[in-house]
């Protein structure tokens, strides 16, 4: 449960802070140019029945702006008079225009408003990467300096990879370190340049692997290689339920110790810990479809041959997991394993501008790539709603961890609302970049049915992606 609380407080202090920022953003603009913004609130204060939605809200004195607090967390908005939004407030609308309000600035005006919100969350995000190369600099494990090499699925041998090949890059560049961008890049290619026994050999590629069938299957098309040696033996783990409860650790019930290796599970020989947790992925496949705690406790029951650290010694061991099949260990993680091969570099504050804008528009085009996927039906299966955003953040609270993933959603949020979807700015901006060209304003009641038809395509899409959030979280696979 404190787990789950963690996550939650980081999702809420981020988002929070992108939504208040974006729209402070149009706000700054809007005042700018001498538009009254009539509310700023953070999330939506939609009205059930008497009640207004209003968690909190107030208004300086000598102020035309209400500021507050929604019960709906479905992002924020700032209400800009004379302005046709998300609040439908169509009455407005038909009174007399007024000097203050937006539909009587000029369309260039407006259109420097609508992109406010967007161009703080993008410069936002590029401020904060910058800042974290500062602070922090960049930690990463080359992949020349990878010498175990990495750990392929059955399609990766296919097209002639190994295990245990060293990637070196492929005929759109060079890699660097282990990031999505390897996928995309071996996604697209058309070879692949690799170390092999100390040989370099090149691998043909289509230049069209499905992208998310290579991130979705399990095991993936490839991960670096990590072998099976204990690093870290636990004496006890968290309950699989969600109070705070201990129990025994299996691990720590067989006598594991650090520097033993796994050979096998239930008689099936492993060569590393990417076939360890494959193995006992199988075992939770099965455990979906169990009817009885029997057949779960037989299910649960597994062996192992462990050879131990410093001996020739093999031991068979029966062991437990636990309800959600956990061991009880941990191997290196991958700079635990090559910790004399970490890269650190460092900049100084002028250089990390640089630095950090090339890592951000990085983030941003990959992003903007992957987009292809979401209009197909697996990619639909695969957008995520609060929850999953929610789980990206780290179970302990992580400075570091915390910046990086809220620049990463301030792209996200950036780019989301440039989409040209009538509701979203991106809409507002091509109903007006329409008014430039052509010297014609869309009539109102277009406006109107148009950010239906947009506000409908948000809530649609919102359900789908919380939808998804809650079959996962049954474990029901689709």
């Not at 988002?15 to 999330?43: Q, T, Y």
């Not at 008689?267 to 006992?280: L, P, R």
């Not at 040209?420 to 109102?444: C, M, N, Q, W």
Request: overall charge neutral; charged content about 20%; aromatic content about 14%.
């Amino acid at each position: 449960m404190e787990v789950f609380f963690i996550k939650l407080l980081q999702f809420i202090l981020s988002i929070s802070l992108l939504v208040f920022l974006h729209e402070g953003g149009h706000m700054l603009a809007s005042k700018l140019f001498g538009i009254r913004v009539e509310k700023f609130f953070i999330f939506f204060d939609l009205s059930v029945g008497k009640w207004s939605g209003k968690l909190f809200s107030f208004k300086p004195k000598n102020s035309a702006t209400e500021y507050g607090l929604g019960w709906l967390p479905f992002g924020g908005y700032c209400k800009i008079a004379g302005m046709i939004d998300e609040s439908f407030d169509t009455e407005q609308m038909q009174q007399p225009a007024q000097p203050w309000e937006f539909r009587c600035k000029p369309a260039w005006q407006r259109l420097i408003v609508m992109i406010g919100g967007v161009a703080v969350n993008f410069f936002l995000a590029l401020f904060i990467y910058s800042m974290i190369m500062f602070h922090w600099g960049e930690n990463y494990v080359k992949m020349s300096d990878m010498t175990q090499g990495m750990k392929f699925n059955t399609e990766a041998k296919q097209y002639g990879f190994r295990d245990h090949d060293i990637l070196v890059g492929t005929d759109i560049r060079p890699f660097k370190d282990f990031n999505v961008d390897v996928y995309r890049d071996l996604s697209e290619a058309r070879y692949c340049d690799v170390v092999r026994d100390g040989k370099q050999v090149r691998i043909t590629l289509p230049g069209n692997i499905n992208l998310l069938n290579m991130l979705k299957v399990t095991p993936q098309f490839l991960r670096p290689f990590i072998p099976a040696v204990i690093d870290t033996v636990y004496k006890e783990l968290p309950a699989a339920d969600v109070d705070s409860r201990l129990v025994a650790s299996p691990a720590w019930a067989m006598g594991l110790s650090k520097g033993d290796t796994i050979l096998a599970v239930n008689g099936k020989n492993i060569d590393s810990y990417n076939e360890f947790t494959e193995e006992i992925g199988r075992i939770s496949d099965q455990l979906s479809a169990v009817k009885t705690p029997k057949d779960s406790l037989r299910l649960r029951s597994v062996s192992f041959v462990v050879a131990k650290a410093g001996t020739s010694k093999r031991d068979t061991l029966r062991t437990t997991l636990t309800a959600d099949l956990k061991v009880g260990f941990a191997v290196p993680s991958l700079y635990g394993l090559y910790n004399d091969k970490t890269t650190h570099v460092s900049y100084g504050f002028f250089e990390s501008f640089p630095a950090g804008v090339k890592y951000g528009w990085n983030v941003l085009s990959g992003y903007v790539s992957d987009m292809q996927y979401v209009f197909t039906a697996d990619g639909a299966k695969s957008l995520g709603g609060f929850g999953a955003i929610g789980s990206l953040f780290p179970d302990t609270w992580d400075w570091y961890m915390f910046w990086k993933m809220t620049a990463f959603l301030s792209i996200i949020l950036a780019f989301m609302n440039i989409l040209p979807i009538p509701a979203l700015d991106g809409g507002h901006v091509l109903f007006l970049l329409y008014e430039i060209i052509t010297r014609r304003k869309p009539s109102e009641t277009f406006m109107v049915r148009a950010e239906y038809v947009g506000v409908t395509i948000l809530i649609l899409l919102m359900v789908v992606a919380n939808l998804n959030d809650i079959l996962r979280w049954l474990g029901i696979m689709y």
